[in-house]
């Protein structure tokens, strides 16, 4: 018993019978947990997936799941991913088009730098939740004795240390394109017009989510000079990817038919 609660095991959950009597939820029909729990109804997952080979549909569902990974730092890689990847659309559906076919070999050069930047983006949906996992782990280990302390402490400073790392790249990343964008903006098929909108919106808000990630995992790090010089990066950063879309946007508005 806990807080008045009647609990009872069902799985891995733990049901309060006593909510269902409250709420009058098996006045009508047995009340059945399998049938009208939502946790209940999203099937287990079943051996460990890669993020990223598991479709669409799965993963929207995984983000939506009682469990702290993925969270916020995959979608942002995965905002960012499809971001570099309508970039890269758009790049396509201009090259080697009869009337933009002067465009030709700036297409060749604007498009590679998308095309590596979403694979690389895609695969940071894996790393972040993994580095995640890796500080649960480290807070997870046993602190008995002085030298486990310590190896507790060092092991939570390193997983703390990728934790920022995965979303620092995830910018770095995000701000490597926006040269190549601002380009592309300028000269892009016109009917992909929106396409680079959604990629420009969606480049700032992985920025967006890179930056908060940095922060919440930067707090707890030991290091000060390190915090600082991160802080400041990512900072600058997100500043300039602000910057960035808006100009992008703004090119693409002024463009005529």
């Known amino acids: 018993m806990h807080g008045g609660w009647a609990e009872v095991a069902v799985g891995h959950q733990l049901l309060p019978f006593q909510v269902v009597n409250r709420l009058g939820l098996d006045s009508l029909s047995p009340f059945n947990p399998k049938e009208r729990i939502i946790e209940y109804l999203v099937p287990?997952?079943?051996p460990e997936q890669s993020l990223v080979d598991k479709s669409l549909r799965a993963f929207v569902r995984e983000v939506g799941?009682?469990?702290?990974?993925?969270?916020?730092?995959?979608?942002?890689a995965a905002?960012?991913?499809?971001?570099?990847?309508?970039?890269?659309?758009?790049g396509l559906m201009t090259y080697?088009?009869?009337?933009?076919?002067?465009?030709?070999?700036?297409?060749r050069r604007l498009i590679p730098p998308f095309h590596a930047a979403s694979a690389r983006l895609t695969a940071l949906v894996d790393a972040d939740a993994q580095a995640f996992t890796a500080c649960l782990e480290a807070m997870k280990l046993p602190r008995s004795t002085p030298e486990e302390k310590d190896r507790r402490a060092?092991?939570?400073q390193k997983g703390l240390r990728q934790a920022v790392t995965v979303p620092l790249e995830l910018a770095e990343t995000v701000a490597s394109l926006w040269p190549?964008?601002?380009?592309?903006?300028?000269?892009?098929n016109l009917a992909c017009r929106s396409d680079l909108q959604v990629a420009a919106k969606a480049l700032e808000t992985g920025m967006f989510g890179a930056y908060f990630n940095v922060l919440?995992?930067?707090?707890?790090i030991s290091d000060d000079k390190f915090k600082d010089q991160i802080?400041?990066?990512?900072?600058?950063?997100l500043e300039e990817a602000k910057t960035q879309a808006a100009l992008v946007l703004d090119r693409l508005e002024e463009r005529q038919e």
């Open 180 to 188: 190549a964008l601002r380009e592309l903006a300028l000269c892009v």
């Open 65 to 76: 799941a009682r469990s702290a990974t993925p969270g916020g730092g995959s979608v942002a």
């Open 154 to 156: 060092a092991a939570l």
């Open 231 to 237: 802080r400041q990066r990512i900072s600058s950063l």
């Open 44 to 46: 287990d997952s079943g």
């Open 96 to 107: 080697g088009r009869r009337q933009f076919e002067h465009l030709d070999a700036t297409m």
């Open 79 to 90: 905002s960012a991913a499809m971001g570099a990847s309508l970039a890269c659309m758009a």
């Open 216 to 220: 919440i995992n930067l707090k707890d």
